[in-house]
């Protein structure tokens, strides 16, 4: 065989491996999933600055993107290549305080995802390294968060749902800390420094988009530093949105107070819900709600306990949370000051 033969051989041996990789850059037909992603940031090529500006560097003996924010307000680091859905993003982070905002700043960094191509939407986990050594245990407990926007920031999700998109993680503020985010539909979850278990899970994500961009996020005052991340995708779970709300409802919540349980019947006009419940808290009480998209948020006011051993009856405020996928529905339920759990709403034949 010929030196050229050889070389063309050759050059068909490597072909594949080529076009693995630019699959990681390109959309591909439908049906099929992108390779791949590694970024080992050599460079900066592909990057799309959004509020902040990034340059490769050294952190702590190796190679890494230099994030900065110079002002407050959402800033990203966009990355190229295909959208991502479902599937698996890994990363190594570091935050270095340079000139923080406030006293006892504990610095801000993290991952998003399906976000926007104008990041006006996305899903995001993030870590506040300095609270993890606080010795207030409240404080403690919000060294990991989720939030998506628009509509779900920390301050709404904390007043909403105190203590289920936030919690405690053991880290070391200005290390290295490695984070692996698992995404399935409508369900996430963070894992910390290898972790076999979650630090955080989160049933319902709270973004419409069910694809988009990954995005490094960071904040002012610091240096938010990323290497070695790798974006695997998975095959998509079958969910849609637009789920009709209206209806009647079988409702069950199990919670750390009581099981509830009851039916839930509901009209929709637009993005306006309303109908009555009638169960656990009383018969025929007015229900007022949101719905967008197919993700609905429901409220009533009734009595609760109804059995006296958990204390004496009084109003409570239930908030039901949660996306319709088809005839059901799985989220959050909520009774003010009392109880928190999940729910889940069949749709009567």
Same mark, same amino acid.
């Given at each position: 065989m010929s030196t050229t033969e050889l070389r063309f051989h050759a050059r068909l041996l490597r072909l594949p491996v080529a076009l693995l990789g630019l699959s990681a850059g390109i959309g591909l037909q439908a049906g099929e999933l992108p390779g791949t992603q590694v970024f080992k940031f050599a460079n900066v090529d592909g990057i799309r600055e959004h509020g902040v500006t990034v340059s490769t560097g050294e952190y702590r003996g190796r190679k890494a993107l230099r994030v900065v924010q110079p002002a407050r307000g959402d800033g990203f680091a966009v990355l190229p290549g295909a959208e991502f859905q479902d599937g698996v993003i890994e990363a190594d982070m570091a935050i270095e305080i340079t000139t923080p905002l406030f006293p006892g700043a504990p610095g801000f960094g993290g991952i998003a995802f399906r976000a926007r191509d104008d990041v006006s939407g996305y899903e995001l986990f993030y870590l506040r390294p300095g609270n993890a050594t606080s010795p207030d245990q409240a404080k403690r407990n919000h060294s990991v968060q989720y939030v998506a926007e628009p509509g779900f920031s920390w301050p709404a999700l904390r007043r909403a749902w105190p203590s289920v998109y936030e919690a405690y993680a053991p880290l070391e503020a200005e290390a290295w800390t490695h984070l692996k985010i698992e995404v399935t539909g409508r369900d996430a979850k963070l894992f910390i420094n290898g972790a076999p278990q979650p630090t955080l899970i989160v049933h319902g994500l709270k973004g419409e988009d069910l694809s988009g961009h990954v995005a490094l996020w960071g904040f002012p005052g610091q240096t938010t530093w990323f290497s070695n991340l790798r974006i695997t995708h998975a095959k998509p779970a079958a969910v849609?949105?637009?789920?009709?709300?209206? *209806? +009647?409802?079988? %409702?069950?919540?199990?919670?750390?107070?009581?099981?509830?349980?009851?039916?839930?019947?509901?009209?929709?006009? *637009? +993005?306006?819900? %309303?109908g009555s419940w009638s169960g656990t808290f009383g018969n025929d009480l007015p229900v007022k709600g949101r719905w967008r998209n197919g993700y609905v948020e429901i409220e009533f006011e009734g009595v609760f306990p109804a059995d006296s051993s958990m204390g004496p009856a009084g109003p409570a405020a239930v908030t039901?949370?949660?996306?319709?996928?088809?005839?059901?529905?799985?989220?959050r339920a909520r009774v003010a000051n009392r109880a928190d759990g999940t729910v889940a709403l069949m749709k009567a034949p």
């Open positions: 849609r949105n637009g789920g009709e709300a209206a *209806g +009647e409802w079988r %409702a069950k919540a199990v919670t750390d107070a009581v099981p509830m349980e009851g039916t839930l019947k509901l009209t929709r006009e *637009g +993005e306006t819900l %309303a039901f949370a949660g996306w319709i996928d088809g005839g059901a529905m799985n989220g």
